[in-house]
């Protein structure tokens, strides 16, 4: 039987497959079901088992839920008898524990993990709400992930300001990059040189507040001349409401997640 079951093999189960992968787990201890039959032969080329239907992937110790929101209702009818004494962990957006567990109560436990895309690029940001998991099922979860990105440990309940967070929150720099990029156009910089310094400009800033350990404050302060550029872009930003614009996007991210954890 394999240890790791995939009820889904999409882009963020790819990415947890690829960190097994990465960390020498055999090819033979992971399967993945999926009725999208390009991704099953993608996996099975990288010596996956793969099946067309779930049940097969319900053998797993540890049985992964990566489905979209509105196949996984379908799916916990489906296995609800199958997962006995089995580690359940759901990347499901907005669908909490109490739901899961409505259908799967014969689990040993329900971890729920709000990952993002980043984590495609082994620079993920990833919350685990672990529930009443066991320290062994912890230590587990926790180090397949941390191979592939940041990880925290929260309560279910702060799942939602997660997913407001960081798990939107890529998009909010994608955003920001493009922005500066299309200011830096209309300066005289062509697209491409543009984009790259953008880019290039933002990957340095967060490795700089990863590595540097000190505060956004401090950094900025580090940055700015009395009386120079930098100072001058940032009373701007104040000026054009930059802080609550980007408190008024979480907020409305926190809201939306609210929504759909409640089914609307």
Known sequence: MP?????????????????????????????????????????????????????????????????KPQHLTEVLSEIGGLVAGKTVV????????????????????IVRVMPNTPLLVGRGAVAIAFGNASDRVKAEITGLFASRGEVVCVEEELLDAVTALSGSGPAYFYRVAAILAQSAEKLGLDKDTAL????????????????????????????????????????????????????????????????????E
Do not use: W
């Open 196 to 263: 790259r310094l953008s880019v290039a400009t933002m990957a340095g800033a967060a490795e700089m507040m990863k590595v540097s350990g000190k505060t956004p404050e401090e950094l900025i302060r580090d940055v700015s001349s009395p009386g120079g550029t930098t100072l001058a872009a940032l009373s701007a930003f104040d000026g054009a409401g930059l802080d609550g614009a980007l408190e008024c996007g979480v907020n409305a991210a926190y809201t939306r997640s609210l929504e759909l954890s409640r089914g």
């Open 3 to 67: 240890k790791y079951g995939f009820i889904g093999g999409g882009r963020m189960a790819s990415a947890m497959i690829g960190a097994l992968l990465s960390a020498g787990q055999a090819p033979g201890d992971i399967a993945v079901s999926d009725k999208n039959t390009s991704a099953l032969e993608q996996h099975a080329k990288n010596g996956l088992e793969v099946f067309e239907t779930n049940s097969p992937v319900c053998g797993a110790e540890y049985i992964f839920l990566a489905v």
């Open 90 to 109: 759901s990347i499901v957006a907005g669908v909490k524990t109490e739901k899961i567990g409505a259908y799967l109560r014969d689990a040993s436990c």
